[in-house]
């Protein structure tokens, strides 16, 4: 794969993790929603990724770029690094929680049942706060390759004038 690959690869993970941080932040907004158009509450979102699927498994890879060193259960990558290189991610999907909602005791509430309940989403917010670093910290991580790739090219350049 060239440079031009990884870049296509990394910009691949970075919507990605755009769209897992977008589901997030859709899940923190309604955490309190108790009547969505569909009727009923809100039920917590997750992003599926799934590798491309021109992907070889990994076993696949790990055992193409395997040297001679290792055991046949985790065997050493070879120095070359002839092994192919995974073209990234995609996202396979935006599935529903299956989760039941919470029951709060809330009588005055416009959506409380006849016995006072009110159903409430499963949203733990901090659950959602750390879903939300990783994915900001997945983005950063990817932003920065580019940045390294883009320097690589660079550099290359450079050294193809002189």
Same mark, same amino acid.
């Given at each position: 794969m060239n440079l031009f690959g990884l870049m296509e690869?990394? #910009?691949?993970?970075?919507q990605a993790e755009r769209m897992r941080a977008e589901v997030v932040a859709a899940n923190m907004a309604n955490a309190e929603t108790t009547?969505?158009?569909t009727g009923g509450a809100y039920h917590r979102q997750h992003v599926i990724f799934a590798a491309n699927s021109s992907d070889p498994g990994f076993l /696949?890879? @790990?055992a193409t770029a395997s040297g001679t060193v290792g055991s046949p259960a985790l065997p050493a990558l070879n120095a070359a690094g002839s092994g192919p290189v995974a073209p990234g991610v995609?996202?396979? #999907?935006?599935?529903e929680d299956p989760s039941p909602p919470l029951k709060r %005791? /809330? *009588?005055g509430h416009p959506d409380a049942g006849p016995d006072g309940y009110v159903? %409430? *989403?499963d949203i733990n917010p901090l659950t959602e706060m750390v /879903? @939300?670093?990783g994915a900001t910290r997945a983005y950063g991580l990817n932003s920065s390759a580019v940045q390294a790739e883009k320097g690589m090219i660079s550099s290359a350049l450079e050294i193809a004038k002189s």
């Open positions: 690869t990394s #910009g691949g993970a970075m009547r969505t158009a /696949d890879s @790990l995609h996202i396979a #999907g935006v599935v %005791y /809330d *009588p159903s %409430y *989403p /879903d @939300l670093m």
